[in-house]
């Protein structure tokens, strides 16, 4: 089990659960395909942070398979090779990989395509959101590596001062959400005075991330990313160019505030949802921020996705402890926080998830679904007039 993904998910509370009072949903009934992806002898798929379809049914996957390695710079330590990114045909027949040896490519947790067919990593480890044109080119880089390896504060030593050196965190780097724009409170922190209180390697306001773990985009082609499951607990606005506009939220339980944000979907009036994992709630806002509405019933959501079409739905997925194989499932529900129907449930065998990671709804009725316990990608295929409404 990754510590990424222990760090994020809290277990359900016993007795009267908010699963408790999901018993009576309508279970929609699915077909799935647990065997999609063949990949050559010499290639192989482990824990997948990110699945998505691309307008012509190529399936991507951001996957954490690789071999991660450190070298030393002139002034700190740079770490890479954790995860690889595969393009597989509709037929989930391997076509060949991207971005090998990318220096954003440690710890894999989610992957996006975006109405251009472009392809988005976002990537825990190296706190970058990394764009990658249809031909597999670096389009557009979002964050920055932390400036500093996080380790453990030297022992104090008998009779003599005490631990040498800064704990983990204690640096001004971006990766410890220290710096400007970490969640430091609604509508942003704007540039205005910033650059004087900034300290080597900060960056400028709000390009620092701390683990985020998805982006979305509106019809405008703004950008936004979930930051995520570190300490900024924020949601990132930039403008299609990668300009930071603004940010909001902090940490804790309030309308506005968030408990590791695990994912991102916008719906057609532009307003934003946010998988609130640990309050358990998804939250709406609109495109500044401007707190709406809430919603709970779904569980612990991990991943998310919106449908298109006249009538949209999202597809929240749940683990309700921390490997996924307890108490999982998938829910079906309106905007409106209204749950509709609810499939699959925790395990290894085909129809059941570990740890649903990653949800694709290109089409309303077939899905893919990554987990990351269990190293692969489902095709479902709902069934029936309960999948459609």
């Known amino acids: 089990m990754t510590r990424t993904l222990k760090a994020l998910i809290v277990a359900v509370v016993a007795g009267g ?10 279970e929609i009934a699915f077909d799935t395909n647990a065997d999609l992806l063949r990949t050559p002898p010499d290639v192989y798929v482990g824990e997948v942070g990110g699945v998505g379809a691309n307008s012509k049914g190529q399936i991507f996957v951001y996957t954490r398979t690789g071999h991660p390695y450190a070298t030393l710079g002139d002034n700190r330590t740079f770490y890479r090779g954790g995860s690889r990114l595969f393009q ?19 710890a894999a947790i989610g992957l996006r395509i975006d109405p251009q067919d472009n392809i988005w990593t976002i990537d825990a480890g190296a706190s970058q959101v990394v764009k990658f044109d249809t031909e597999g080119r670096v389009a557009l880089v979002l964050g920055r590596k932390p400036e500093t390896m996080p380790v453990r504060p030297a022992a104090p030593r008998p009779g003599g001062p005490g631990g040498a050196g800064p704990g983990p965190g204690a640096g001004p780097g971006p990766g410890v ?12 922190a704007g540039p205005g005075g910033a650059a004087a209180a900034r300290k080597p390697g900060e960056g400028t306001p709000g390009s620092s991330f701390n683990r985020p773990t998805d982006v979305a985009w509106d019809a405008a082609g703004n950008i936004y990313v979930a930051d995520g499951i570190g300490a900024n607990n924020r949601v990132a606005k930039f403008d299609k160019d990668g300009r930071f506009i603004k940010h909001w939220g902090s940490t804790g339980t309030e309308p506005g505030q968030f408990q590791g944000l695990k994912g991102l979907a916008i719906d057609a009036q ?4 946010v998988a609130d994992a640990g309050n358990k709630r998804i939250q709406v806002f609109d495109a500044d921020g401007n707190f709406k509405t809430q919603f709970a019933g779904v569980g612990t959501p991990l991943a998310m996705c919106m449908t298109r079409g006249a009538t949209q739905h999202l597809y929240i997925s749940h683990a309700g402890d921390t490997d996924g194989m307890e108490d999982a499932a998938i829910f079906k529900v309106r905007l409106d926080g209204t749950v509709v129907g ?5 395990g290894k065998l085909p129809k059941e998830f570990g740890l649903a990671n ?25 069934k029936g007039t309960s999948a459609a409404r």
Request: net charge negative; charged share 15%.
């Open 342 to 346: 609810r499939f699959g449930s925790a």
């Open 17 to 26: 659960s908010a699963l408790g009072a999901q018993a009576a949903v309508p």
């Open 270 to 273: 532009g307003n934003v949802y």
């Open 88 to 106: 597989f045909d509709p037929n989930g027949k391997f076509v060949r990989e991207l971005g090998q040896d990318v220096y954003g490519f440690n």
């Open 177 to 188: 959400g220290a710096g400007p724009g970490a969640g430091a409170g609604p509508g942003g």
């Open 358 to 382: 990653s949800i694709d709804c290109r089409s309303e009725n077939e899905l893919l679904i990554g987990e990351m316990t269990n190293w692969r990608v489902q095709k479902v295929t709902l």
